[in-house]
DNA sequence: GTCTATAAAGGGATAGAC
DNA sequence: GTCTATCCCTTTATAGAC
């Protein structure tokens, strides 16, 4: 009997996650107010009506979603943090992970469901507060003590750091909005992203 | 006769105005989707049957805005193929306009409205339509002859120009979107953003 | 010109058959 | 577990009163 239910119950999160997957695609493409259950469900290739056997509502869906994307950004940062480096190097090192993720589309399309839930105010304010819950776990507060540092060590220019830091999340944000109009548009180097943050003459930047 | 139907042309005109102006302000935060006739009639502070007594419907309202974004930024390019200077004083010129622009909202919200058009697969076709029918129109590529042509004066870096326009229009984006989930964050400088087209050692860069 | 009342349609969520 | 039929509320759009 317990061997059984466990079967089942790897079956039911199969199906959960084949569902989730599918609601990613409509909702990071239509918006979700603008996405259907019946979206969801054609995406998924079952019925309108299984998706709420798995699921309370639209808004669930779209919630694991969202907790999904604030987890693997943190996830992100924290692993920039332990990486072995100057914190140029870790800021290369994440920059690159962040452009490389953006060639497979799952991670584009979980960024682009971030970006709907903090911009958009049709979004329940419980959900947006998944986002907004803990001010300090933002990805611009978290990038903070990185830049900082890089600006005692000389290698980072003297600009106000949350600037700095408003100014490249801009650009990864602004990436993979590109990224959903043109799939196949053209992603640029780490280092080109990087020049913001170095001084133009004598700086310590190098090709690896 | 004459007089009078001008008179009332002329407060048709406002009224139109003022639901175009409240319809910019509920899209660009909700969403064309999202958004009820209702809250656009609300915040034009009036009844939502009058609405429909100046436009035909949503859509209509929507790609009437549409159009607009679109014409104030290909009008912005073009003022800055004119301007008189070096391609890359004619991309400071141009960056400064734009970073100038997100100070007052309105360009803001027309920024927003324009990206949700292209990006959103909720948008129907014949809106899309008016972004995409010229090809030779867009942002990106009215910028590549300027960029192209610092390149030739040794100005910007020899990187690929789609490349760089395209990193250039993902920062003004991610700004853009950026205002709209934290009005008062620091929008960085010209120079800043630039940074991406200039070599690190003995460029022309110059502070003004 | 402006409002309120109402028709018509669409989609979220549930019930019940298989 | 899965599907179809249905309920019910929200929203678009119109009609008609003032």
Same mark, same amino acid.
Do not use: W
């Given at each position: 009997m317990p061997r059984k239910s466990e079967l089942n119950?790897?079956?039911?999160?199969?199906?959960?996650?084949?569902?989730? /997957?599918?609601? +990613?695609? #409509?909702?990071?493409?239509?918006? @979700? #107010?603008?996405?259907?259950?019946?979206?969801?469900? /054609?995406?998924?290739? $079952?019925s309108h009506g299984l998706v709420y056997h798995y699921f309370n509502s639209k808004e669930e869906i779209f919630s694991l979603l969202v907790k999904k994307a604030a987890n693997s950004s943190i996830e992100i940062i924290q692993q920039a943090n332990a990486f072995k480096g100057t914190p140029l190097e870790k800021l290369r090192w994440m920059?690159?992970?962040?452009?490389?993720?953006?060639?497979?589309?799952?991670?584009? $399309? +979980?960024?682009?469901? @971030?970006?709907?839930?903090?911009?958009?105010?049709?979004?329940?304010?419980?959900? /947006? %507060? $998944?986002?907004?819950?803990?001010?300090?776990?933002?990805?611009? @507060?978290?990038?903070?003590?990185?830049?900082?540092?890089?600006?005692?060590?000389? %290698?980072?220019?003297?600009?106000?750091?949350?600037? +700095?830091?408003?100014?490249?999340?801009?650009?990864?944000q602004g990436l993979a909005i590109n990224k959903i109009q043109w799939p196949e548009c053209p992603i640029p180097d780490a280092n080109l992203l990087l020049k913001i943050f170095i001084n133009e003459k004598g700086s310590s930047y190098h090709h690896e």
């Open positions: 119950q790897e079956l039911r999160d199969a199906r959960k996650e084949q569902i989730l /997957k599918a609601a +990613l695609i #409509v909702f990071a493409r239509r918006g @979700m #107010v603008a996405t259907k259950i019946s979206d969801i469900a /054609k995406e998924a290739g $079952l920059t690159e992970q962040i452009l490389n993720s953006f060639v497979d589309s799952e991670h584009t $399309l +979980l960024f682009l469901i @971030m970006i709907q839930a903090s911009t958009s105010d049709a979004i329940p304010a419980e959900v /947006k %507060e $998944l986002l907004t819950g803990d001010q300090s776990l933002s990805p611009v @507060m978290c990038t903070l003590p990185i830049i900082a540092a890089g600006q005692e060590k000389g %290698e980072i220019i003297s600009a106000n750091p949350v600037t +700095l830091a408003v100014t490249y999340y801009a650009f990864i």
